[in-house]
Nanobody
Framework: QVQLVESGGGLVQAGGSLRLSCAAS????????MGWFRQAPGKEREFVAS????????YYADSVKGRFTISRDNAKNTVYLQMNSLKPEDTAVYYC????????????????WGQGTQVTVSS
């Protein structure tokens, strides 16, 4: 069992930056690849980024590639999402999730989810 708690969301102007954190409970954090997803009002949840257990490989949605960076610190049981050059269309609730897959953009592959943190980007 893994419990995930996101933090770091907030209100930022377009072009600004935020860093989201996701703290995991339990001693098995390094056994899971991690992902970030987001859901805007009235829209389907969409994949943002994923990272392997070791942090050696990452995968991004085209919409955030070059602007967002996913990373993890297994010693701190934490995964991060650094978001730069934010756009109003990045406004959403952001969720972190854990998967037994090596790397996945498919939400159905993720077994554990956090409660989400709101990110709002004003124009």
């Amino acid at each position: 069992q893994v419990q995930l708690v996101e933090s770091g969301g907030g209100l930022v102007q377009a072009g600004g930056s935020l860093r989201l954190s996701c703290a995991a409970s339990g001693r098995t954090f390094s056994s899971y690849a991690m992902g970030w997803f987001r859901q805007a009002p009235g829209k389907e949840r969409e994949f943002v980024a994923s990272i392997t257990r070791s942090g050696g490989s990452t995968y991004y949605a085209d919409s955030v590639k070059g602007r967002f960076t996913i990373s993890r610190d297994n010693a701190k049981n934490t995964v991060y999402l650094q978001m730069n050059s934010l756009k109003p269309e990045d406004t959403a609730v952001y969720y972190c999730a854990a998967t037994a897959y090596r790397l996945s953009a498919t939400s159905e592959h993720y077994d554990y989810w956090g409660q989400g943190t709101q990110v709002t980007v004003s124009s």
